[in-house]
């Protein structure tokens, strides 16, 4: 089941953005203003796609300008309107399948042997239709009109029965892969693929929703990059450079908590890298639901932090209290590394499957007040409190 953090991911900036246009466009109209800004609209996003593609190496952004480009080329710049009738017919049914292959593709970047590969892919397919139209135009164009579900549809579904139905499932794998891996990209991906079905259903606006898919996905790479600026991938806390920013929002009242695992490099050297993130997820989850208010941060390595806004340090003592000792009491089963993806029929002991480790975190607490004024002074402070609470035995509050 997808958590509220997954689904407001997946609605927002895409889906918002993908509702607004069809409720401006259906609902409102376009407003003479934006009437002269349509003939710009297209070239803008396609140029600024392609930079913001080169500049942040986001290929798959590049490969969708390039899709749609091509899709509209290979539509409106025919001379003959039955010409553009018959290639619409199978680019509806290869533009929502190319658009799923390029949301699974990976990042490797844009100068290499993959690039040409996927170039001569999608020129290839222009050249396969080209000929299919040279080989038996009516007899192509039948098969993509079978009707196979033995029922007609409606009027406003002016697709055919095949790119209705290739449209689907692309919607279902594009959803699948966001549950899988909910990120904003491939939310970006699932909503540019109704704007793509729009481009068909609607041919006199077809470059205005081609346009749009562009547009969806530029916003997801600018959501994707914010992301990766300010949060931490491996724990899903905010980052460093959150908590920076969130320190400038606080009145003349806060304390700042450094939480620091304590032997965590004793666990990366003994158990692996591996184990090492399960803990650090671990205590990040503990964190999220500290009492008191605060609010948790990846500071960096096996280092946290919290803040407390408007409190004192002795007040929130007894909050990072409870934290440590939830923390020391949880218990943490090490899985071997060797683990298999599906459970054997005999299961054989490793060398630390089964094992519970114990994981502590040492606190130090300081609050604002007329001696650190400064929120570096605050961090430095905090820490100090931290290097005793280490020196001092660990697993305790200082």
Not at 127 to 149: C, D, H, K, Y
Request: glycine share 8%; net charge positive.
């Amino acid at each position: 089941m997808l958590s509220f953090r997954a689904i407001f991911r997946f609605l927002v900036p895409a889906g918002v953005l993908f509702a607004a246009t069809c409720y401006l466009v259906f609902k409102t109209g376009i407003p003479p203003a934006l009437r002269p800004f349509l003939t710009i609209y297209p070239w803008l996003v396609a140029v600024v796609g392609l930079l913001l593609g080169w500049r942040f190496n986001r290929s798959r952004l590049i490969y969708v300008v390039l899709l749609l480009a091509v899709g509209e080329w290979a539509v409106h710049l025919q001379p003959d309107a039955s010409i553009q009738a018959f290639v619409a017919l199978p680019a509806a049914l290869l533009l929502p399948l190319n658009l799923t292959f390029i949301a699974f593709w990976k990042e490797r970047g844009l100068l290499n042997w993959l690039t040409l590969v996927r170039l001569v892919l999608l020129g290839g397919q222009c050249a396969g239709v080209w000929w299919l139209f040279q080989w038996n135009e009516s007899l192509v164009t039948r098969w993509l009109q079978w009707p196979f579900i033995p029922w007609t549809l409606p009027d406003y579904i002016p697709l055919g029965q095949s790119a209705l139905a290739v449209s689907l499932l692309c919607g279902l794998l594009l959803f699948a892969r966001y549950v899988f891996v909910q990120k904003s990209m491939e939310a970006g991906f699932f909503w540019s693929l109704p704007a793509v079905v729009l481009a068909f259903s609607l041919p006199e606006q077809m470059t205005f929703w081609f346009s749009t898919a562009i547009l969806i996905m530029l916003f997801a790479v600018i959501e994707t990059s914010f992301s990766m600026a300010f949060n931490d991938e491996l724990t899903g806390l905010p980052a460093r450079r959150a908590m920076n920013e969130h320190l400038l929002k606080m009145g003349r009242k806060y304390v700042v908590a450094m939480v620091d695992v304590d032997h965590f490099k004793k666990v990366n050297d003994t158990y692996g890298h591996d184990v090492g993130d399960q803990v650090l997820r671990m205590i990040a989850a503990c964190l999220r639901t500290v009492p008191g208010g605060g609010k948790a941060f990846r500071f960096g390595g096996e280092e946290f932090a919290v803040i407390f806004s408007g409190e004192t340090a002795a007040d929130v003592k007894p909050y990072l209290e409870i934290l440590r000792e939830r923390i020391a009491q949880s218990g943490f089963a090490v899985r071997s590394r060797k683990r298999p993806r599906k459970k054997p029929e005999q299961v054989g002991r490793s060398r630390t499957a089964g094992r519970t480790l114990q994981v502590t975190v040492s606190i130090g607490v300081a609050e604002r007040d007329e001696e650190n004024s400064e929120t570096a002074q605050v961090i430095k402070a905090a820490d100090q409190a931290l290097y005793r609470a280490k020196k001092g035995g660990r697993n305790r509050v200082c």
